[in-house]
Nanobody
Framework: QVQLLESGGGLVQAGGSLRLSCAAS????????LAWFRQAPGKKREFVAA????????YYADSVKGRFTISVDNAKNTVYLQMNSLKPEDTAVYSC????????????????????WGQGTQVTVSS
């Protein structure tokens, strides 16, 4: 089993920045891909970004390209999401996820490809 614990959410004004962290524990060596998803009230969960533990294979949703950066610190078993130039429409619960399956251009975007999920952290962007 793999446990994921997010932190770093909060309230920020539009144009501001936040960095989310996701600490992984347990059998992390069984996983190969990491991702961030988000879900706003009344909306479906949507993909944000993904990468491999090796730091390769970066994927981003079009809505966050150029503003968000996913990264990993293998020594700390932690994945980060740096969010800059935040907009009110970025308001959502952000969750990290991990998968045992190899990251690929199709599966990277699909929540069903990820077996392990954190509980989520709230990000609220005020206008």
């Amino acid at each position: 089993q793999v446990q994921l614990l997010e932190s770093g959410g909060g309230l920020v004004q539009a144009g501001g920045s936040l960095r989310l962290s996701c600490a992984a524990s347990g059998r992390t060596s069984s996983t190969s891909a990491l991702a961030w998803f988000r879900q706003a009230p009344g909306k479906k969960r949507e993909f944000v970004a993904a990468m491999r533990w090796t730091g390769t294979g970066l994927y981003y949703a079009d809505s966050v390209k150029g503003r968000f950066t996913i990264s990993v610190d293998n020594a700390k078993n932690t994945v980060y999401l740096q969010m800059n130039s935040l907009k009110p429409e970025d308001t959502a619960v952000y969750s990290c996820a991990a998968s045992r399956f190899p990251l690929n251009p199709i599966g990277a975007y699909e929540a069903d490809e990820y077996e392990y999920w954190g509980q989520g952290t709230q990000v609220t962007v005020s206008s």
